[in-house]
């Protein structure tokens, strides 16, 4: 199975500044296809999970674009440029190259 | 609007069997592929099973398979999840979610397991 590690395992931020989130996977995500599948999800406190980022760097619908992804093969990273109130929340990354698709440990994004 | 309303969560003892529906609508579900992810309590997301569009193919987690069944009806925009020998590693919030990427994501419904 793939496993996915993402650091840090919480993140105090201040309202405003960028934050950034790394995901390295155990193996590379490059699909035979050519396509790299990972996934970046949010979910605040109470909420289910929501897709925010897919095949690395391609917001999803409605997704501010504050919220950006990057990296390759085996490490990314997701940023946000200026932390607001609404971002509170858990993040996960999550791989659908190869089956068992598995997920991160979460992140946990708070204000400090 | 794209919808995923999950029922048929509960309180079940050990051994028993359950059946998760989740209904979709605002999306063409006949031309999607389908997924259960779970959460238990305070714990991180556990993909569960997958089904493709004409329900030909179905995949599992190894500590579900030959326990859960994955399923749906295109005529009725569902989805199900039939667990069978339910144990209390298997507590946790059910969610369907649309598509290998996951695209939306249903509200969830809690399944207990416990004596």
């Known amino acids: 199975d793939i496993v996915m590690t993402q650091t840090p395992l919480s993140s105090p931020v201040t309202l405003g500044q960028p934050a950034s989130i790394s995901c390295r996977s155990s193996?590379?995500?490059?699909?035979?296809?050519?396509?790299?599948?990972l996934s970046w999800l949010q979910q605040r406190p109470g909420q289910p999970p929501r897709l925010l980022i897919y095949?690395?760097?391609n917001r999803f619908s409605g997704v501010p674009d504050r919220f950006s992804g990057s990296g390759a093969g085996t490490d990314f990273t997701l940023k946000i440029s200026r932390v607001e109130t609404e971002d509170v929340g858990v993040y996960y990354c999550?791989?659908?190259?190869?089956?068992?698709?598995?997920f991160g440990q979460g992140t946990k994004l708070e204000i400090k | 609007e794209v919808q995923l309303v999950e029922s048929g969560g509960g309180l079940v003892q050990p051994g028993e069997s359950l059946r998760l529906s989740c209904a979709a609508s605002?999306?063409?579900?006949?031309?999607?592929?389908m997924t259960w992810v779970r959460q238990a309590p305070g714990k991180g997301l556990e993909w569960v099973a997958h089904?493709?569009?004409?329900?030909?193919?179905?995949y599992y987690v190894d500590s579900v398979k030959g326990r859960f069944t994955i399923s749906r009806d295109n005529a009725k925009n569902s989805l199900y999840l039939q667990m069978n020998s339910l144990r209390a590693e298997d507590t946790a919030v059910y969610y369907c979610?649309?598509?290998?990427?996951?695209?939306?994501w249903g509200q969830g419904t809690l399944v207990t397991v416990s004596s």
């Open positions: 193996q590379s995500l490059v699909h035979s296809d050519g396509n790299t599948y």
């Open positions: 089904i493709k569009q004409d329900g030909s193919e179905k």
């Open positions: 095949k690395i760097s």
């Open positions: 999550t791989q659908v190259t190869q089956f068992p698709y598995t």
């Open positions: 605002g999306f063409t579900f006949s031309t999607s592929w």
């Open positions: 979610a649309r598509g290998l990427q996951l695209l939306h």
